[in-house]
């Protein structure tokens, strides 16, 4: 089973995807890790993001579309299946991905949206930045909250366009963690979420 897990920074994707690799058996794929794997693995398109990231610069669509099918295609993810989790973050990004995929006859069974309040999510980010004590915690919440902007901007987009397809579920990430893993599941074993994008 492929899937994409949607949602900002700090809804607890992460943590959510790990859960599903433990109980389902995918590869949780992050696009930062996947991103400093190629580099370390000194492919061609690994050097070339590298040297793009060392610059401060973004790696151009193409080249991280690239980089995460090279991975998907790899033959123990094939069996097992994938968890996307920081992929697609624009329109576009989600277009190349979906033409990449069809071209390869790979299926994505599930992209799910974790929903969140965003108001409140800010809340939790000052609360978990309160209760990790150090000078650095204001500092992290106030990227995580530039990080939540970027979101709003760039990636949410990106949830229209695939609720029009019709291929877009939801959870509510406000639950508790269980909660949470609870709602996924049962979209994944046939159930479902919070809402159905053909709603």
């Given at each position: 089973m492929n899937i994409i897990l949607m949602g900002p920074p700090g809804c607890g994707k992460g943590t959510q995807a790990q859960r599903l690799q433990e109980k389902y058996g995918m590869v949780h794929l992050s696009t930062g890790d996947m991103l400093r794997a190629a580099a370390a693995a000194g492919t061609e398109t690994g050097l070339r993001a590298k040297a793009i990231l060392d610059r401060g610069d973004l790696v151009p669509d193409d080249m991280v579309v690239g980089i995460i099918v090279e991975r998907i295609?790899?033959?123990?993810?094939?069996?097992?299946?994938?968890?996307?989790?920081?992929?697609?973050?624009?329109?576009?990004?989600?277009?190349?991905?979906?033409?990449v995929l069809a071209e390869k006859r790979i299926e994505i069974h599930h992209i799910i949206e974790m929903r969140?309040?965003?108001?409140?999510?800010?809340?939790?980010?000052?609360?978990?930045?309160?209760?990790?004590?150090?000078?650095?915690?204001?500092?992290n919440a106030e990227t995580l909250k530039k990080r939540i902007v970027v979101y709003r901007e760039q990636t949410a987009p990106i949830l229209p366009y695939y609720e029009k397809s019709g291929r877009l579920e939801a959870v509510d990430g406000m639950a508790g963690i269980d909660d949470v893993t609870t709602q996924l599941g049962s979209i994944l074993e046939g159930g479902a979420g919070l809402q159905q994008a053909a709603d």
């Open positions: 295609e790899d033959a123990e993810i094939r069996e097992k299946g994938f968890i996307l989790d920081g992929f697609p973050r624009t329109v576009v990004q989600a277009e190349k991905l979906d033409d969140v309040d965003e108001a409140a999510l800010f809340a939790r980010i000052e609360r978990r930045a309160q209760e990790s004590a150090g000078a650095r915690a204001d500092d």
